[in-house]
């Protein structure tokens, strides 16, 4: 009886965790793509970009 349960809750929580899965590889691959072009940029404009880009990030 047990193991049921166990096995229910694990296909019940199998879909909350794919989509959680989901999210952060999508916000890992926008951030890193974000990162790339702040790379690019030239250095006089890099350090006021790089403070709004870590201030989104928190907020």
């Known amino acids: 009886m047990f ?4 096995r229910y809750e694990f ?11 989901a999210a ?3 916000l890992s691959v ?3 793509i974000q990162t790339q ?4 940029l030239p250095e006089k ?3 006021v970009l790089l ?3 870590l201030l989104s990030l928190v907020v």
């Open 11 to 21: 296909k019940n929580v199998n879909k909350w965790y794919l989509a959680l899965y």
């Open 37 to 40: 072009s702040l790379i690019k």
């Open 3 to 6: 193991w049921n349960l166990v």
């Open 45 to 47: 404009n890099l350090s």
């Open 30 to 32: 926008l951030i890193g």
């Open 24 to 26: 952060v590889l999508f």
């Open 51 to 53: 403070f709004f880009y």
